[in-house]
């Protein structure tokens, strides 16, 4: 559930931030309006909590899934809270490219869509990675409280256990085992991240 959220959440949450970056103020296509909208619509979303999202989402992801109750019902609300999250992370990351080496691809003739893919892309490549790995750490604490509506996983277990039957070990035990999967997350995130900016120089 946290491997297909996180990359559905990058596949929607990128090109969100590549269109924020691109039409922002000194972007590479400034469009006021664009941006001001889709910066709203962002925002928006992010403020809203996830307990309410999940709730409030309810008969979108009976659209789209034809059910609310389950791991694919779960993923629904976490891709739509963590996408607008992934997307501000990419954001900041394309806008930690040095504006020399921008200037430099546009003085060699390079399309708007050649910077984007092998320069901006490439350069934020370590940024937009670690921005991964915060957003996997960020859907593991959602996908706990998902279990709220049967979203299986440990977050399921604590609710059904810990919560209602009252069973405190069962409790201890899933937020342990949550710490545990987040710190092997953070690790490996960082790890990568490591790699590929040794790579870059």
């Given at each position: ?95 930690e490219v040095h504006p020399g080496v ?18 901006l892309l490439r350069e934020s490549w ?38 209602e039957r009252f069973q405190t070990n ?32």
């Amino acid at each position: 559930m946290i491997a297909i959220s996180t990359l559905l959440s990058v596949v929607i949450g990128l090109p969100i931030g590549i269109l924020l970056y691109m039409t922002a103020a000194g972007g590479l296509r400034p469009n006021r309006i664009v941006y001001q909208v889709t910066s709203i619509v962002v925002n928006i979303v992010r403020s809203v909590p996830f307990i309410i999202l999940l709730i409030a989402l309810i008969p979108f992801t009976e659209w789209i899934v034809g059910t609310s109750i389950g791991v694919n019902a779960a993923i629904v609300p976490l891709v739509i809270s963590a996408a607008p999250f992934f997307a501000r992370v990419a954001e900041t990351a394309l806008r930690e490219v040095h504006p020399g080496v921008i200037e430099a691809a546009q003085s060699m003739g390079a399309s708007v869509m050649m910077i984007v893919w092998r320069v901006l892309l490439r350069e934020s490549w370590p940024s937009i990675l670690a921005g991964v790995t915060l957003t996997a750490v960020a859907l593991v604490g959602n996908s706990a409280m998902s279990g709220v509506i049967g979203g299986g996983g440990l977050g399921d277990l604590a609710v059904r256990y810990g919560y209602e039957r009252f069973q405190t070990n069962v409790m201890i035990v899933t937020t342990i085992v949550l710490i545990i999967l987040v710190q092997i997350l953070q690790m490996t995130g960082d790890r990568v991240v490591h790699h590929f900016a040794k790579r870059r120089g």
